[in-house]
């Protein structure tokens, strides 16, 4: 079956710690016209209006960096995603940094209030920090925390003011529902690098991790299949794939490089297996950032797994 396909563009890098992941999705379409392809000629994108003005601002929320253009991002892109899945339109979101992905999720909660979401994480950290917890204050290692409801106040280490917490507060709130899935309904792929503080909750929810070395040693097609069969209970699926969750030898062009992660193979892999699967509704690319990287390399690799998750959906 042929699937409608739109991608929603978010050149955001407001919650990030470092520069430049605004330009990931020009980057990405750059790949695209080097490889001579006309991806971006054939399928019809939106794109969803940025802050990232406020780079050039003071910021008065250091528990949870520019939370405020955050806040309206997730709003805006809710809505997209809401309608791109309303009208049987397959949404693939290209996005900065991670920071706008609890905007997808909650896309997907509108467009299907009464269904249970599951999420497969593929990326090297959890972004399940809170103001409470954030050792940085970035808040692309928040989407997950924001989409689970969760503070981890048992494990604070800081003490965030009335406004980052009312703020806080409607961004878990966005699209009206809190929380938009539970742990149980959490995947990670690649996870390698979390701080005791995420790891708690890890541990205390039991939720289920597929590390490097599993991909490695079981193969793509059975984490996978043991991935997607995990979250059989859930109705609708959504695939979030941060370029870091690849091994730091090839992902120089993001922002947070891990050690020891999947290669470009087995990520392109993973995601068209995924993909396969009649439950999931929507993917999501985020982090490349072309500023750290060298000849638009990181792009490329992304654009090629972008190009076989494309087809794989229209074939």
């Not at 396909?5 to 790949?31: N, P, Y």
């Not at 016209?33 to 050039?56: A, C, M, P, R, W």
């Not at 249970?116 to 997950?144: E, Q, V």
């Not at 929380?179 to 701080?195: A, N, W």
Request: proline letters at 3%; hydrophobic letters at 35%.
């Amino acid at each position: 079956m042929i699937k409608n396909i739109k991608f929603i563009e978010v050149k955001s890098e407001i919650g990030a710690g470092t520069r430049g992941a605004s330009l990931g999705v020009d980057a990405i379409k750059i790949a695209a016209l080097d490889y001579g392809s006309t991806l971006f000629k054939q399928i019809t994108s939106v794109e969803v209006q940025h802050e990232n003005q406020l780079l050039f601002e003071r910021d008065s929320t250091p528990y949870a960096k520019r939370i405020k253009g955050i806040l309206a991002i997730y709003e805006r892109l809710n809505k997209e995603v809401s309608i791109c899945l309303k009208s049987k339109v397959f949404p693939i979101v290209l996005a900065g940094d991670h920071s706008t992905s609890g905007g997808t999720l909650a896309g997907i909660k509108t467009a299907f209030p009464k269904s249970k979401i599951g999420a497969i994480w593929i990326d090297a950290h959890a972004d399940i920090h809170s103001p409470y917890t954030t050792p940085t204050g970035n808040m692309h290692g928040m989407p997950l925390a924001a989409s689970l409801g969760e503070d981890n106040a048992t494990n604070k280490i800081n003490k965030p003011d009335k406004e980052t917490l009312d703020l806080w507060s409607k961004l878990k709130k966005v699209g009206n529902v809190s929380p938009k899935l539970s742990y149980r309904d959490v995947v990670f792929v690649s996870l390698r690098d979390i701080e005791p503080e995420e790891n708690f909750l890890i541990k205390k929810h039991k939720v289920k991790v597929f590390n490097t070395s599993e991909v490695k040693r079981n193969g793509v097609e059975k984490i996978a299949r043991d991935a997607l069969s995990y979250l059989n209970h859930c109705t609708h699926i959504y695939v979030s794939f941060d370029v870091d969750s690849m091994d730091s030898s090839i992902s120089k062009g993001t922002g947070t490089p891990v050690r020891n992660g999947i290669t470009e193979k087995e990520a392109g892999s993973l995601c068209v297996r995924l993909i396969q699967n009649e439950k999931v509704c929507c993917f999501e690319i985020s982090e490349v950032n072309p500023t750290l990287d060298k000849e638009n390399l990181m792009a490329e690799n992304t654009f090629e797994i972008l190009q076989k998750v494309v087809s794989q959906l229209t074939n």
